[in-house]
């Protein structure tokens, strides 16, 4: 969610900004902006909307070495060219990008406007530039660093000062800043793939810490000016291009990236010699996994659903009490904490501010956490007593795909360790292990019903609304089907465990209501088959989404899309690829903008 680029070296500052801006698009895209050092002055260019609208603005000649860019999602104000970012102090010397929210802005415009400065934006972050500029310090970062003790909420910012050429300055709190260090040049940002193209050496700030960056080098002190040392990481992950090879859309080529995604999160990761699975992340000897009670999950978004399923199997296979919960509810209610429970956060970002609250608010309290990530080295992957992380490689449209199965993936793993530590016998380890080994190639032979999907997107995109309904564990996949359907398409989807149409639901089910049933070959089968006879007997359209030959799905269904038969535990990896397939077209259908759907960003790093 918004994203931060910043430059200072003996390179024209302007491409090096506008290309990394273009890959920090993808979290947030509702307005972009540069300011540029040059000549003793900061020039600053904005424009509402895509990267693309702001490079048509640009001047054909831009100069200087040093600069800050930054892509926003609104969070105070409109997307206006007004608002955009980078914000300036009155007489155009200081110059900011911020992500994050100023809480007390409020008050502080107020106070700042009594004293007769004239603001231009209705955003919260301009505050930071005119309270900056008022400062007399001896240096900016002194200045930068009492301005943050008079603010409350987070950021992730940086500063820069016409008078001081060459010179940026940078703070974090809650909201993620890395510094990239090149040969005799520096870089800023909020996520390192921007950066990687330049340099894998980074330093990572803490919440609390500030920078002084310069061409040569960095220093880090705190907000109470202690001094810290802090050495450079190498970042191991290639350098992923970002296009979309042969694919019209990010989302279609993630899609299809997933038996390969799939693959990575499981490749060396199941041990035949003991027929279970083996994460050295987890950081627990075999006598500490027998000793968890419970497991609770948490997570945002797609991530929380791949949670509620991930529970379901490690109940199953581990016969421990697990449940999820939405990350963001979970700090408010003044949860226990135990110490025999096992807490996972989940998030493919790593960034999520809410999912990153509540792994901070269990940690305060003693627990012990996992994290199931996807970026290498992101805040919630540092912070987590250990880990899986997914390989899922990068992923750039909005809709969540292919981070989500190998969330699953990720699940299925800890659930298959986990069991075999219990009562889950060497065969049975055996079986699932094959079963795991065997998902690759059952989510290719789901994609290849890709065309089947395309018409039938075609014949139901113009429904104003649909349900999508399954029953245990298929009610996770409904979540996320009806999710999908939203973000890209905007129909609007509601998702309910089947058994509870019949309670409420069932009043709004009418022939221009499709509902979409979720219906694996599973003991719960009949039951499933009794919601489909509801929703006909309302003369509701099903679209049944299965792998059991039962004669009465086809006859009581308007449209059936079949999927590979897989272990009764891994039909949600297998049956929301066919789920993703029909959001994406039906969203192309209806003409909307795929990977970046309206209102929405990649990683919503406030609350
Ligand atoms: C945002 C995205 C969702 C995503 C959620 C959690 O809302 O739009 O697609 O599922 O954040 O993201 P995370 O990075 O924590 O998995």
């Known amino acids: 969610m918004c994203g931060i680029i910043a430059y200072t070296g003996n390179q024209n500052a302007a491409p090096i900004l506008v290309a990394g801006l273009h890959r920090l698009e993808y979290r ?81 415009r ?29 240096t900016l970062i002194q200045s930068v660093q009492h301005v943050l003790t008079l603010i409350q909420g987070t950021y992730g910012l940086v500063v820069m000062d016409a008078n001081r050429p060459g010179e940026i300055i940078a703070a974090r709190n809650g909201s993620p800043v890395i510094i990239g260090l090149g040969n005799k040049e520096m870089f800023v940002t909020s996520d390192a793939n921007a950066i990687l193209n330049h340099t894998r050496e980074v330093v990572h700030l803490d919440d609390g810490e500030l920078a002084e960056i310069n061409p040569k080098g960095f220093s880090i002190r705190t907000l109470d000016a202690t001094e810290m040392v802090r050495s450079p990481i190498t970042i191991s992950s290639e350098f992923e291009s970002q296009d979309k090879g042969k694919f019209p859309h990010f989302m279609l080529k993630e899609i299809h990236e997933q038996p390969e995604a799939v693959e990575r999160t499981i490749k060396g990761r199941l041990d035949h010699r003991f027929d279970t699975a083996h994460l050295g992340g987890l950081n627990l000897s075999a006598r500490e996994l027998l000793d968890i009670r419970r497991v609770k999950i948490l997570g945002c978004g797609s991530a929380y659903y791949a949670g509620i399923s991930g529970a379901n199997m490690i109940e ?57 990530n996807n970026v290498v080295g992101s805040t919630i992957a540092r912070e987590v007593d250990g880990g899986i992380y997914m390989h899922a490689g990068a992923e750039i449209s909005v809709a969540s795909t292919k981070a989500f199965s190998c969330m699953l993936a990720c699940f299925m793993l800890l659930a298959l360790q986990l069991g075999r530590v219990r009562d889950l016998s060497p065969q049975q380890g055996k079986e699932l292990m094959q079963a795991i080994e065997q998902l690759p190639s059952l989510i290719e032979e789901a994609l290849t019903q890709e065309n089947d999907i395309r018409s039938l997107a075609a014949e139901y995109c113009t429904a104003k609304s649909a349900f999508f309904i399954g029953r245990t564990n298929a009610y996770p996949v409904a979540l996320e089907g009806a999710q999908k359907l939203k973000e890209v398409s905007y129909i609007h989807a509601e998702a309910y465990p089947a058994s509870e149409l019949k309670h409420g639901p069932l009043a709004l089910i009418d022939p221009d209501t499709p509902t979409v049933v979720v219906l694996p070959d599973d003991n719960l089968l009949d039951k499933s088959l009794s919601s489909l006879q509801e929703i006909r007997a309302r003369k509701g359209p099903v679209i049944s989404i299965t792998n059991a030959n039962d004669p009465e ?26 789920l993703q397939l029909f959001a994406y077209y039906c969203a192309i259908a209806m003409g909307r903008d795929v990977d970046q759907p309206r209102n929405l960003a990649k990683s919503v790093t406030v609350e």
């Open 316 to 372: 199953q296979l581990a016969r421990l009490p697990s449940s999820a919960e939405p990350a963001a509810e979970f700090r408010y209610r003044n949860p226990l904490i135990e110490s025999d429970t096992l807490y996972i956060v989940v998030s493919q970002s790593g960034e999520t501010f809410d999912t990153l609250a509540a792994l901070r608010e269990i940690t305060r309290k003693g627990g012990r956490v996992l994290g199931i």
């Open 553 to 578: 799905i086809k006859r009581l269904s308007n449209a059936v899309i079949k999927t590979p038969r897989c272990h009764p535990l891994l039909f949600p990896l297998v049956m929301g690829v066919s």
């Open 110 to 138: 107020t106070r700042l406007e009594a004293e007769g400065t004239i603001f231009n934006s209705d955003t919260d972050s301009e505050v930071l530039a005119h309270l900056i500029s008022k400062q007399s310090a001896d």
């Open 28 to 108: 947030g895209y509702d307005s972009a902006g540069i300011a540029l050092h040059s000549r003793g002055k900061l020039h600053v260019h904005r424009a509402a909307g895509k990267i693309a609208q702001l490079e048509n603005k640009l001047p054909a000649k831009l100069s200087g070495k040093s600069g800050m860019g930054h892509t926003r999602w609104a969070t105070h104000g409109e997307a206006t060219d007004a608002n955009a970012h980078p914000h300036t102090s009155q007489d155009g010397s200081i110059a900011i990008i911020h992500n994050g929210i100023i809480e007390n802005a409020g008050m502080l």
